[in-house]
């Protein structure tokens, strides 16, 4: 279609920008490390990313060191972030071949840590701190005396003013250059008038998986929130598109971390008419079971205390990614719910209704299946949106049918259906739906 077919260009390019970003700052592969001939065999190219082996914590609560095993030298670059207390570590794209669970318990300084892809090209460890501390010494090792290529890092315990101030002092590089480059890229081909596509006046849907590549969102054993939503929202895109009357832009395609504002931007550049994210919830075992799903709208009061658990859980996104808080743009963030989005957010909680009549004429519904709370990636003013949550991965009927192909095909015609009255009573009623 050639709506899709103009995103994937777009995506392309931003993504082509993104990845050799990721390069200028590693120095870039060498001539010799760099795919020769035939560069679109996956094995190949997975063949020549750097592979992390093994790695390990050692000290106390004084002093940490994390130790990373690898095949070669890679470049890198650390640095500390405030408000919960972490260091990220930003690292080339990374083939981890790491033990299962690894990271869930840390020791000393490191409470926890996690890794993974962060954008095309570059990976990203993220150690959550269990108080301050600085990188006291952060190097490469070569190979020596049978041990492997390894990235040490040396953590030190200190009191919190010194760490509000290495802040101030670092000049770290950070996600956002990339992205907001990529951003950038992709403005700058949609105002140039050459490369504008035809106007096209079919209402704009944007689909949002939750989470992706280092965050991993709720878990069950294996099956990770990250992959089941995206499987679902790539399903639901298919089948909205199939009758032809909408585009369709995806927040991602693949297992990539994309920062909650991020998502809100692209739903509020490509002027959408409809923001629809896609996540599965997960009860602590001690909070007993539940199951079925719920659809969210914005609201800044939780409608319940399991709605506020859920905003505070899906909200802590950019935390997990390793993406600074202090310097996020607060112009989203901060609007408040006020005369201007009545409309839009009675618009949420219209298409929100129809979602739900459809849902339960197929899908098993939490016994409370309308809500809302301050989820951070519903708030742009302009777009009508609302977050809904699959089911629970904690929950064994859920959780099968979360993996089952049928389930989802179901699910995703329920919604298709939804989404098909939202816009007939809205072009009925409201004019264009722009
Ligand atoms: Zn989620």
New binding site residues.
Partial sequence: MESRANHRILLGGALLCAAALAFAWTGGPSAAESPQGNQSAPAAAIAKLPVASGARLAGDGKQTRFILDLDRKIEFRAFPLGDPYRVVVDIPQVDFQLDAGIGATGRGLVKAFRYGLVMPGGSRIVFDLTGPAKIANSYVLDAANGQPPRLVLDLEEVDRASFVQSLASQNRPELKPAIADANAAVAATETTPAALPPADPRPLIVIDP??GGIDN??QSGEQL?KTLVLAFGLALRDRVEQSGKYRVVMTRTDDTFIPLNDRVKIARTQGAALFVSI??DALPRREGDAQGATIYTLSDKASDAEAERLADA?NKADAIGGVNLTDEPTEVADILIDLAQRETKAFSNRFARLLMKEMKTTVRMHKNPLKSAGFRVLKAPDVPSVLVELGYVSNKGDLEHLVSESWRNKTVGSMAEAIDAFFAKRMATAGPAN
Avoid: I, R, S
């Fill in positions: 939750g989470h969102g709720t929130e996540h599965a899906e």
